[in-house]
């Protein structure tokens, strides 16, 4: 069975610092992994995929398959990063997400 | 395209009673997903439908729990005789292509 960790329930960093949400996860097979953010009052949504390898927003995230790690960073924090951020796993044929406990990120100025 | 739709959003149940929660899918799309969240936890897999049929429920509760996505209307999570641990936000999303998953607003469901 998969399983997603993010070890951190809150990341609180300073307007400008550099800031990397923590993700590992356990699956045999080759997975899909995802970031998704929440901001307050709004719905999830997609954040960046690690198929696509995009820069989202000034964050990215690489697949280490040796660590079976996919941190999410952005070199410079901005206050309106201030959410939830939820790391998720899809465990082939596209169906169900698999999702970490999520981090609350909170970017103070 | 008005994106993926959950009513009620906030729906009160005294133990026993039945609890309906609706979800429609953002048009075109033909997959829909039910998530539970309980307090302070991660969103948690439930089932996965195409119209008409029930693909995965491997995250359902064996009991008092059922999920339909009739041809026609939207997709309902139907939770018999409510208890307390039913209490949870439930979050619904849907896909085009079972991979992009977007989601609703959400349920809160209070058992009171």
């Known amino acids: 069975a998969q399983r997603v960790t993010q070890p951190e329930k809150l990341l609180s960093v300073f307007k400008g610092a550099p800031v990397e949400l923590k993700c590992n996860y356990s699956y045999s097979g080759s997975p899909e992994l995802f970031w998704y953010v929440q901001y307050s009052r709004q719905r999830l949504q997609l954040l960046l995929r690690?198929?696509s390898r995009e820069s989202i927003k000034g964050f990215t995230a690489d697949l280490n398959k040796g660590e079976t790690s996919f941190h999410l960073k952005k070199p410079f924090a901005q206050e309106e990063d201030s959410a939830m951020y939820y790391c998720a796993l899809s465990a082939g044929g596209g169906n169900m997400l698999t999702f970490g406990g999520g981090t609350r990120l909170m970017v103070k100025p | 395209n008005a994106g993926v739709m959950q009513n009620p959003r906030h729906l009160v149940r005294r133990r026993g009673q039945e609890a309906r929660l609706r979800c429609s899918p953002m048009?075109?799309?033909?997959?829909v997903y039910w998530y539970r969240q309980l307090p302070e936890e991660g969103l948690k897999f439930m089932v996965y439908?195409?119209?008409?049929?029930?693909?995965?429920e491997s995250g359902m509760p064996k009991e008092r729990f059922s999920a339909e996505f009739p041809k026609e209307g939207p997709s309902i999570l139907r939770i018999q005789q409510v208890v307390r641990g039913d209490s949870a936000a439930y979050f619904c999303?849907?896909?085009?292509?079972?991979?992009?998953?977007?989601f609703g607003p959400g349920t809160r469901l209070t058992v009171t």
């Open positions: 999303a849907s896909s085009s292509d079972r991979v992009e998953q977007y």
């Open positions: 439908l195409q119209k008409e049929n029930i693909i995965d």
């Open positions: 690690h198929i």
């Open positions: 048009k075109g799309h033909s997959h």
